[in-house]
T-cell receptor
């Protein structure tokens, strides 16, 4: 069946270091969404990418959607302790509107 | 202030008992969802509904039931048939439109002993 895979599962960085998480889909996606879940919290929508090769930035966060629309990445420049949490990518289930398949997430910890 | 309310935040039950988790939204969203989250497993879809009085099974519907009698409400019942019910349960809603993001509630942590 359709799968969305994310690596790495965990990442520990020193504050100020960069961080990247990668998302790969078994099928071509019409769009990909990214969510952040703080420890003890709930997932919060960050951004959506729709176009092949699209790159979007939110301050220190850079999101990319692959040319084939099967992979995506989230890069954080100069991490801060406020970046701690789990980052999930999610893609639409084939043939279904609004029904998302989530990756297992990358848990980021930042050492001050 | 619009949002999704899940209650209670923590819930404890004895094995063999059914338990119902509440989810209410005032965002006027047509679609609502229930996800289960286990450590290292991401979010897995239990049930979803795109319109009142209609709902579909997700990937892990066995041992769960839902109802959608009102647009604002989508309660989830964890039955005694669910073999591993202890988990973090997240309710979400969205508009029914391609690419619409999900809005999540704060979640209910269910512990069954």
């Amino acid at each position: 069946g359709q799968q969305v895979m994310q690596i790495p599962q965990y990442q520990h960085v020193q504050e100020g270091e960069d961080f990247t998480t990668y998302c790969n889909s078994s099928t071509t996606l019409s769009n990909i969404q990214w969510y952040k879940q703080r420890p003890g919290g709930h997932p919060v929508f960050l951004i959506q990418l729709v176009k092949s090769g699209e790159v979007k930035k939110q301050k220190r966060l850079t999101f990319q959607f692959g040319e084939a629309k099967k992979n995506s990445s989230l890069h954080i420049t100069a991490t801060q302790t406020t970046d701690v949490g789990t980052y999930f990518c999610a893609g639409p289930r084939g043939g279904s509107q609004g029904n998302l398949i989530f990756g297992k997430g990358t848990k980021l910890s930042v050492k001050p | 202030d619009g949002g999704i309310t899940q209650s209670p935040k923590y819930l404890f039950r004895k094995e063999g008992q059914n338990v119902t988790l509440s989810c209410e939204q005032n965002l006027n969203h047509d679609a609502m969802y229930w996800y289960r989250q286990d450590p290292g497993q991401g979010l897995r879809l239990i049930y979803y509904s795109q319109i009142v009085n209609d709902f579909q099974k997700g990937d892990i519907a066995e041992g769960y039931s839902v109802s959608r009698e009102k647009k604002e409400s989508f309660p989830l019942t964890v039955t005694s048939a669910q073999k591993n019910p202890t988990a973090f349960y997240l309710c979400a809603s969205s508009i029914v439109q391609l690419n619409s993001p999900l809005h999540f509630g704060n979640g209910t942590r269910l512990t069954v002993t």
